[in-house]
């Protein structure tokens, strides 16, 4: 197997937090883990890498619906939206995002040039102006308020249009996070911040990792020689799937645009997905009549 997707797997089944492997030979595992790191507490976390994919949830009972609803999907449908949102009453989405890594051999850095890449401690004030100016959705997907590495910053008439770093995972791996302000973009200052992280991160014997979801950053990592390896796509389930029967369920209020998870203020309805109502009752063995019947409040 692949050095690299043998390592990344790795990590991922230490995030599972429980006893999980990726299948060699293709398949998907659900698991129960509550203290899952694949994804925000009391959600289903999803991972594929290769041909295999790993799936916790936050209950037993959770653990019998996706089992059911996943049963005859392909691994690549496990970690698309669309496909689970067709199998399982989801409120909220977050991702897919591709997760990318890249070995010392593969790594392609990026020279300087006329520009000069400095160091800022994680935490520096300046970081912080350059997350408001790009703004909370771009600075939320960088994350540069987690980093623990130094960052590693462009600047431009004596302010910081570019920085870059990674937060140390476990299984010695470096999460990278790449951020430019708004009008500086298109210059390859990703490229500059980006490359002197992963050298960084390679030099101190860590397994870089690009978890990207916008395209631009997904162009940025596959410039500096990163590979695709799989994608995680995080789902809550409707709470009263988590805890039993399911009965009806909230639409979404809005399908979640890729990134922080927004509440669009819209009024979220009660309605009756008889196709859902199936899977579920399938999967717990009741009557497909209970299963959609809707709920009174008493």
């Not at 890594?101 to 000069?116: D, I, K, N, Q, T």
Request: net charge neutral; aromatic share 4%; proline share 8%.
């Amino acid at each position: 197997m692949d050095p690299l997707l043998l390592r990344a797997r790795g990590l991922w089944e230490d995030l599972a937090r429980v006893p999980v492997s990726f299948a060699p030979t293709g398949g998907v595992h659900v698991v129960v883990s509550p203290e899952s790191g694949l994804c925000p507490a009391g959600w289903v976390g999803a991972v594929t890498l290769g041909e295999s994919a790993i799936v916790t949830v936050p209950t037993e009972s959770a653990a019998v619906i996706v089992r059911g609803a996943l049963e005859g999907l392909s691994v690549e449908a496990v970690v698309d939206g669309t496909s689970i949102r067709e199998v399982l009453p989801v409120a909220r989405v977050l991702g897919p995002a591709v997760l990318s890594y890249v070995s010392p051999e593969a790594f392609r850095p990026v020279e300087p040039g006329a520009l000069r890449v400095e160091q800022l401690p994680a935490g520096h004030p300046e970081l912080r102006r350059l997350e408001k100016t790009a703004g909370d959705g771009d600075a939320g997907e960088a994350a540069l308020d987690e980093i623990t590495s130094a960052a590693f910053v462009v600047r431009e008439h004596g302010k910081v249009v570019a920085a870059a770093g990674y937060r140390a995972w476990p299984s010695r791996t470096a999460h990278i996070g790449v951020l430019t302000a708004p009008e500086a973009r298109g210059r390859g200052l990703a490229r500059l911040t980006g490359s002197a992280t992963v050298t960084h991160a390679l030099a101190a014997g860590l397994l870089p990792q690009w978890r990207a979801r916008p395209p631009a950053s997904r162009r940025v990592a596959a410039t500096l020689g990163f590979e695709d390896l799989g994608f995680q796509l995080s789902v809550e389930i409707v709470p009263s799937v988590k805890t039993g029967m399911p009965r009806c369920f909230s639409a979404p209020r809005k399908r979640s645009r890729i990134g922080p998870l927004q509440d669009s203020g819209e009024m979220s309805v009660m309605v009756v997905d008889l196709g859902v109502a199936s899977v579920v009752a399938k999967a717990l063995g009741k009557n497909f009549d209970d299963a959609a019947r809707p709920v009174t409040s008493s």
